[in-house]
């Protein structure tokens, strides 16, 4: 069952995780279970906790992992908090942790979660749709001041044209849907020049950022993984955001300064040309690898965590 959503640069990601069979290792994005099928293949004894934000994701994950399940445990959490979930569990420094960021297919292809602007549905993009607590993105178009909306277009989506967004979408308020949305920002006027993007591509990206605190989210994840993985242990991070791969480089840098992590990617590893035309959603993927250093490989100077 591939469940719609293909792993990217699965094979990669888990030659690097270095599995041990007998070994513990959290998939933090566990989405549709595709590369948490890779990781679960490989275990003997060991376990995988699987991660994931959205409910509905976990279901599908749950079936499609059913063949491992004495070895597979699946927590509907924020991966931000990680550290509690293993406390919660009971689980132990991890011998790996893998991170696969962003939204899944199952997501983007669902029209009532509101994530495409090619597919009419409400202007939702939680990921954790059961949360009563949580802001959609109708909230934030439909509420915002023009200028902070302009910023959070500019910052989060990287959108030259924001102000004039911004505007056009005050004026057109309320907007009840996501092709309300795309219509009125492709109506923006927009100077999008040569580039190929549907004019509201970049909207819609900084729209989900903003709603799922993803930035946060993720910062919160950077600072915790170290704590939870056992010397030795391997770190990978596949990122689709320059703001997202921004995050995550610096954090293997400073991590990679205090000695508490060696960095094993020098350079960012991509998909290959046939991986990207055999799945177009694999175009921006960027793969970061990190190890949790061996206490004696750690200068007794250093800052320790
Ligand atoms: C690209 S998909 C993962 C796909 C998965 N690797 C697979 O092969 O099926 C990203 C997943 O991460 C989840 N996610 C994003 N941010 C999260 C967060 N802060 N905490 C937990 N899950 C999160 C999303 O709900 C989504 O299911």
Redesign the pocket.
């Given at each position: 069952m591939s469940?719609g959503?293909?792993?990217?640069l699965?094979e990669e990601a888990v030659r690097w995780l270095r599995i041990d069979p007998e070994g513990t290792y959290v998939?933090?994005?566990?989405?549709?279970?595709?590369?948490?099928?890779e990781i679960a293949r490989q275990l003997t004894t060991g376990r995988l906790i699987g991660?994931?934000?959205?409910a509905r994701?976990l279901e599908v994950?749950r079936k499609r992992l059913e063949e491992y399940e004495k070895r597979v445990t699946l927590v509907q959490?924020?991966?931000?908090s990680i550290d509690e979930v293993m406390n919660g569990l009971g689980a132990g420094p991890v011998h790996g942790v893998?991170?696969?960021?962003?939204?899944?297919s199952?997501?983007l292809d669902t029209a009532e979660r509101g994530f495409s602007f090619r597919l009419g549905g409400p202007l939702d993009m939680r990921?954790?749709s059961d949360s009563d607590e949580a802001i959609t993105a109708a909230d934030i178009v439909n509420q915002t001041a023009e200028r902070e909306l302009a910023d959070l277009l500019y910052q989060y989506g990287e959108e030259r044209d924001s102000r004039r967004i911004a505007r056009t979408i005050v004026r057109a308020r309320p907007i009840r849907s996501t092709t309300h949305l795309a219509t009125v920002v492709a109506g923006a006027g927009t100077s999008r020049g040569r580039q190929k993007l549907h004019p509201a591509t970049k909207t819609f990206l900084a729209l989900r950022i903003a709603v799922?605190?993803?930035l946060e989210?993720?910062g919160q994840?950077l600072n915790r993984v170290p704590a939870t993985l056992a010397p030795g242990g391997r770190w990978v991070v596949?990122s689709?955001h320059s703001l997202e791969d921004r995050l995550v480089k610096q954090k293997f840098q400073q991590l990679s300064r205090e000695g508490v992590c060696a960095v094993l990617t020098r350079k960012v590893e991509r998909p290959t040309d046939a991986e990207i035309a055999a799945n177009p959603r694999a175009r921006s993927g960027k793969m970061r690898v990190a190890e949790k250093l061996m206490p004696e490989e750690i200068p007794a100077d250093w800052p320790r965590l």
């Open positions: 469940a959503h293909t792993p990217v699965a998939d933090a994005t566990v989405g549709l279970g595709g590369h948490a099928l991660i994931d934000r959205d994701a994950a959490a924020d991966f931000s893998l991170a696969d960021l962003g939204v899944s199952l997501q990921m954790d799922n605190r993803e989210a993720l994840f596949l689709y």
